[in-house]
């Protein structure tokens, strides 16, 4: 089991950037997989972004596609979520997941799948 621990949210004005960072502890980050996944009050969890352990396979969400970059640096043990151009309907709980997958290059956008989970930062885009 892996433990992890978001940072980097808080408030900015639409338009603006924030990064996201999922620090992670407990086990062999890199044969992890990772997402990340956002939850806004009285709406369902919404898949956001995943990357795979190695070979930097990434994919998105529709509502992020071209505006969100997921990265990871395993020497660091710590997954990013670069978010540019944030829009108010951006605003949310975004929370981390990770699932052991060995190393390939298989990403993940269904939470059900996870099963290690941070406790999430907020993130508030203001108009």
């Known amino acids: 089991q892996v433990q992890l621990v978001e940072s980097g949210g808080g408030l900015v004005q639409a338009g603006g950037s924030l990064k996201l960072s999922c620090a992670a502890s407990?086990?062999?980050?890199?044969?992890?997989?990772v997402g990340w996944f956002r939850q806004a009050p009285g709406k369902e969890r919404e898949f956001a972004a995943a990357?795979?352990?190695?070979?930097?396979?990434?994919a998105y969400g529709d509502s992020v596609k071209g505006r969100f970059t997921i990265s990871r640096d395993n020497a660091k043990n710590t997954v990013y979520l670069q978010m540019n151009s944030l829009k108010p309907e951006d605003t949310a709980v975004y929370s981390c997941?990770?699932?052991?997958?060995?190393?390939?290059?298989?990403?993940?956008?269904?939470?059900?799948?996870?099963?290690?989970w941070g406790q999430g930062t907020q993130v508030t885009v203001s108009s």
């Open positions: 407990g086990g062999t980050f890199s044969s992890y997989a």
């Open positions: 997941a990770a699932r052991a997958a060995g190393l390939g290059l298989r990403v993940y956008s269904s939470s059900a799948l996870y099963d290690n």
């Open positions: 990357i795979s352990t190695v070979g930097g396979k990434t």
